[in-house]
């Protein structure tokens, strides 16, 4: 036992004090910092988009700039809300709840769950400016000025020489320079500094194009449809973009919002009546049924704890892999090196393989150690209301039940494939002859993590319980189910199963270790590595 923990301390030190081990370590982080910073840097500093309307029919142009003017009030709506949430004074329980607290409470249920109904009161009761009178009293002093986000979509001026009485066909002909980008637009714009506007260019972003016949496109249940061509029917919207859907939708939504009051004016409906019905709903509270009575009511740090077993699913395979090819790449390292037949000089090939096993796993363990320090410091230092939900997480992950259970399928998981790994190092000289016999095992791997998401959405169906008790699969897919109280006989069961795997997967790595370390040449094939199975000795 001695030489074993003398072997480990010797892996474990070879590799910490390695620049490459720590900037393996910091990069996971750093990558999921930046990612984070990325995504509301890039939020913030979203290009202008500039469009052409053509409205041939004279009917929809003004839904159309109304659907632009609401994407950009969605925009400051949402933003004013995360504004509000992140500087607002935390409410006394001794004093009774405000009218005017009790409005933001509602706009900010509202908004959280998508409802519709939101912007429409936002608009209707005047916008940001009733906004920030509602909300100032209740924000803290030293919050500062809400920020409007400018205008993402801005209209310009149809180009000269465009005739935008020519037939659609025409129209699309003569703006091709535009549209795929060969030409720039002339647009306005303001220095940001005495107000004043010069003449720049910029990339059409989209075309929308409404021919003078289109409600002959108009779609009606009760009519049966005519035969057009689909490809330029209705309205048409033309962009290179095909990802940002935000305007096209606007746009949907907007002009069908218009069709249909003129429907309901049309057949004596009166519109009015119609969107306030629309706008009443009830709401659903969420209830779980194992919760103590009077704490039924299902919370977001109760969501957190559902899929924060995914998280750790993920944290294990990351390590996982990390670990294990650490110690392949070791292990052929030392063999094509000779320095192995230097160490089976004093110890035994089994000594050597356990103190391999425990020296690596060490080192798996600081990874993730170092990795949980980074993700509590920039909890602590960096401030936001994206911060504080991620402290949230991790208040909820502390309390649970789930941190004993990540702490017994990552070290039960690390030793069932280190032994693989282990086994696979010791009969390949090179890198590149494991990649062969690497290969089945990446893609055993991959599966877990290809289908971790939807088992936590059905932690106890049938696909989860077949996968919990095939050993390679059982420390990711019990971990997946952990936060779903999976019966006491999948727990009990799976967890007999798998050491008992560990025992065997070791004991068979150990008869290949002990004869495939000091082997030269190829890779043994299959039927060779069986018969290293069969010896005793």
């Given at each position: 036992?001695?030489?074993?923990?003398?072997?480990?301390?010797?892996?474990?030190?070879?590799?910490?004090?390695?620049?490459?081990?720590?900037?393996?370590?910091?990069?996971?982080?750093?990558?999921?910092?930046?990612?984070?910073?990325?995504?509301?840097?890039?939020?913030?500093s979203?290009?202008?988009?500039?469009?052409?309307?053509?409205?041939?029919?004279g009917?929809?142009?003004?839904?159309?700039?109304?659907?632009?003017?609401?994407?950009?009030?969605?925009?400051?709506l949402?933003?004013?809300?995360a504004?509000?949430?992140?500087?607002?004074?935390?409410?006394?329980?001794?004093?009774?709840?405000?009218?005017?607290?009790?409005?933001?409470?509602?706009?900010?249920?509202?908004?959280?769950?998508?409802?519709?109904?939101?912007?429409?009161?936002?608009?209707?009761?005047?916008?940001?400016?009733?906004?920030?009178?509602?909300?100032?009293?209740?924000?803290?002093?030293?919050?500062?000025?809400?920020?409007?986000?400018?205008?993402?979509?801005?209209?310009?001026?149809?180009?000269?020489?465009?005739?935008?009485?020519?037939?659609?066909?025409?129209?699309?002909?003569?703006?091709?320079?535009?549209?795929?980008?060969g030409?720039?637009?002339?647009?306005?714009?303001?220095?940001?500094?005495?107000?004043?506007?010069y003449?720049?260019?910029?990339?059409?972003?989209?075309?929308?194009?409404?021919?003078?016949?289109?409600?002959?496109?108009?779609?009606?249940?009760s009519?049966?449809?005519?035969?057009?061509n689909?490809?330029?029917?209705?309205?048409?919207?033309?962009a290179?973009?095909?990802?940002?859907?935000?305007?096209?939708?606007?746009?949907e939504?907007?002009?069908?919002?218009?069709?249909?009051?003129n429907?309901?004016?049309?057949?004596?409906?009166?519109?009015?009546?119609?969107?306030?019905?629309q706008?009443?709903?009830?709401?659903?509270?969420?209830?779980?049924?194992?919760?103590?009575?009077g704490?039924?009511?299902v919370?977001?740090?109760?969501?957190?704890?559902?899929?924060?077993?995914?998280?750790?699913v993920?944290?294990?395979?990351?390590?996982?892999?990390?670990?294990?090819?650490?110690?392949?790449?070791?292990?052929?390292?030392?063999?094509?090196?000779?320095?192995?037949?230097?160490?089976?000089?004093?110890?035994?090939?089994?000594?050597?393989?356990m103190?391999?096993?425990?020296?690596?796993?060490?080192?798996?363990?600081?990874?993730?150690?170092?990795?949980?320090?980074?993700?509590?410091?920039?909890?602590?230092?960096?401030?936001?209301?994206?911060?504080?939900?991620?402290g949230?997480?991790?208040?909820?992950l502390?309390?649970?039940?789930?941190?004993?259970?990540?702490?017994?399928?990552?070290?039960?998981?690390?030793?069932?494939?280190?032994?693989?790994?282990?086994?696979?190092?010791?009969?390949?000289?090179?890198?590149?002859?494991?990649?062969?016999?690497?290969?089945?095992?990446?893609?055993?791997?991959?599966?877990?993590?290809?289908?971790?998401?939807?088992?936590?959405?059905?932690?106890?169906?049938?696909?989860?319980?077949?996968?919990?008790?095939?050993p390679?699969?059982?420390?990711?897919?019990?971990?997946?189910?952990?936060?779903?109280?999976?019966?006491?006989?999948?727990?009990i069961?799976?967890?007999?199963?798998?050491?008992?795997?560990?025992?065997?997967?070791l004991?068979?790595?150990?008869?290949?270790?002990?004869?495939?370390?000091?082997r030269?040449?190829?890779?043994?094939?299959?039927?060779?590595?069986?018969?290293?199975?069969?010896?005793?000795?």
């Amino acid at each position: 036992m001695k030489m074993i923990w003398l072997i480990a301390a010797r892996e474990y030190t070879e590799n910490v004090k390695t620049k490459g081990f720590w900037i393996g370590i910091l990069l996971f982080p750093i990558i999921l910092i930046a990612v984070f910073f990325f995504q509301t840097i890039l939020a913030e500093s979203a290009p202008t988009r500039h469009y052409i309307l053509i409205d041939q029919s004279g009917q929809y142009a003004p839904a159309v700039e109304a659907a632009i003017r609401q994407e950009h009030q969605r925009r400051i709506l949402q933003e004013f809300v995360a504004y509000v949430i992140e500087h607002r004074k935390e409410a006394n329980p001794e004093q009774t709840v405000a009218n005017a607290d009790a409005q933001i409470d509602q706009l900010i249920d509202d908004v959280d769950a998508g409802e519709v109904a939101a912007l429409d009161q936002w608009l209707d009761s005047g916008g940001l400016n009733f906004a920030l009178t509602l909300a100032t009293p209740y924000l803290r002093e030293d919050a500062p000025p809400f920020v409007e986000p400018r205008e993402q979509f801005i209209q310009a001026p149809l180009p000269e020489g465009v005739d935008a009485s020519a037939s659609p066909e025409e129209i699309i002909e003569q703006m091709r320079p535009w549209l795929s980008g060969g030409r720039q637009l002339r647009v306005d714009a303001s220095d940001g500094s005495d107000g004043s506007d010069y003449e720049e260019t910029s990339d059409l972003f989209a075309l929308i194009l409404i021919p003078a016949q289109v409600n002959n496109s108009i779609l009606r249940p009760s009519a049966t449809p005519l035969a057009m061509n689909q490809s330029a029917a209705g309205i048409q919207y033309w962009a290179r973009n095909l990802t940002d859907v935000r305007l096209p939708n606007a746009i949907e939504r907007s002009i069908n919002s218009t069709i249909r009051n003129n429907e309901f004016a049309a057949r004596g409906v009166d519109a009015d009546i119609v969107r306030e019905v629309q706008r009443t709903r009830l709401p659903v509270s969420r209830l779980d049924p194992s919760a103590e009575q009077g704490q039924e009511a299902v919370s977001v740090a109760d969501q957190f704890r559902q899929w924060a077993p995914v998280g750790f699913v993920y944290l294990i395979f990351v390590s996982l892999m990390q670990s294990v090819q650490y110690l392949l790449s070791n292990t052929i390292e030392e063999k094509s090196n000779r320095i192995i037949e230097v160490l089976l000089a004093s110890v035994t090939p089994l000594e050597l393989m356990m103190g391999k096993l425990l020296g690596i796993g060490m080192s798996g363990i600081t990874t993730i150690i170092a990795w949980l320090l980074s993700f509590l410091a920039f909890i602590l230092f960096y401030p936001g209301n994206q911060a504080e939900a991620l402290g949230q997480f991790l208040d909820v992950l502390l309390s649970s039940d789930l941190i004993p259970y990540f702490v017994f399928y990552y070290l039960a998981g690390y030793a069932l494939y280190a032994g693989i790994f282990l086994a696979i190092g010791s009969l390949c000289n090179t890198l590149k002859e494991a990649q062969s016999l690497m290969m089945p095992m990446i893609m055993i791997l991959m599966l877990p993590l290809a289908t971790m998401t939807y088992i936590a959405q059905d932690p106890n169906g049938p696909v989860a319980r077949i996968m919990s008790w095939i050993p390679l699969f059982t420390p990711f897919t019990m971990m997946n189910r952990a936060a779903a109280e999976p019966p006491l006989l999948d727990v009990i069961g799976t967890t007999v199963m798998l050491l008992l795997s560990i025992a065997l997967v070791l004991w068979l790595s150990g008869k290949i270790f002990r004869q495939g370390v000091l082997r030269t040449g190829q890779p043994p094939r299959l039927m060779e590595i069986v018969r290293m199975l069969r010896q005793r000795h």
